[in-house]
T-cell receptor, first 113, second 115 residues
Framework: LAKTTQPISMDSYEGQEVNITCSHN???????ITWYQQFPSQGPRFIIQ???TKVTNEVASLFIPADRKSSTLSLPRVSLSDTAVYYC??????????????FGGGTRVLVKP | DTGVSQNPRHKITKRGQNVTFRCDPI?????LYWYRQTLGQGPEFLTY????????KSRLLSDRFSAERPKGSFSTLEIQRTEQGDSAMYLC?????????????FGPGTRLTVL
């Protein structure tokens, strides 16, 4: 499984855009990039998944350059409720052995008023 | 609420005691996973079921741990002869195997404290 590296923590302010970059230099051809969000005392929650270029949903955007060795999760106009830990995961999404998720340490995002 | 549920939410036990946790997945999900999370770390995979079959177990799952999913619906995770190092949040997740998106739905977890 490809290893991921992401910042340990980031601070932001309400209304700002937060960009979290994840490095995955050893990403394999079949690997997808997935981001999860976790609030204190809750289980992680799926945010977004992508393979290449750009993916956008109602919560976030995911930017993946052509070489796929990194990816950036973009949270537009964050609010206090976006304070959480964000995990970048890389793995084969299709028919992998149980699609088990391999989490790293995540990025703790603190949104300040 | 049709999400993943876990019981109990909190469990305090003394070292050496046995504990059992229950997970009720989303009803149509055929895959069920158990993870363990310690403070400041991301969740670590323990085991997973497809229907009632336990298809993979992590090396983290020592002989004191056993998981079952008897009818392919709810699952239980038992820890025998608990140790202080077992103190953690135990998370359950479920998913549908035929989906291409690697989306697992997590429950709120059971926090275990071993004294």
């Amino acid at each position: 499984l490809a290893k991921t590296t992401q910042p340990i923590s980031m601070d932001s302010y309400e209304g700002q855009e937060v960009n979290i970059t994840c490095s995955h230099n050893n990403i394999a051809t079949n690997d997808y990039i997935t981001w999860y969000q976790q609030f204190p005392s809750q289980g992680p929650r799926f945010i977004i998944q992508g393979y290449k270029t750009k993916v956008t949903n109602e919560v976030a955007s995911l930017f993946i350059p052509a070489d796929r060795k990194s990816s950036t999760l973009s949270l537009p106009r964050v609010s206090l409720s976006d304070t959480a830990v964000y995990y970048c995961l890389v793995g084969d999404s299709f028919k992998a052995a149980g699609n088990k998720l391999t989490f790293g340490g995540g990025t703790r995002v603190l949104v300040k008023p | 609420d049709t999400g993943v549920s876990q019981n109990p939410r909190h469990k305090i036990t003394k070292r050496g005691q046995n504990v059992t946790f229950r997970c009720d997945p989303i009803s149509e999900h055929n895959r069920l996973y158990w993870y363990r999370q310690t403070l400041g770390q991301g969740p670590e995979f323990l085991t997973y079921f497809q229907n009632e079959a336990q298809l993979e177990k992590s090396r983290l799952l020592s002989d004191r741990f056993s998981a079952e999913r008897p009818k392919g619906s709810f699952s239980t995770l038992e820890i025998q002869r608990t140790e202080q190092g077992d103190s953690a949040m135990y998370l359950c997740a479920s998913s549908i195997s035929d989906r291409g998106v690697n989306e697992q739905f997590f429950g709120p977890g059971t926090r275990l404290t071993v004294l």
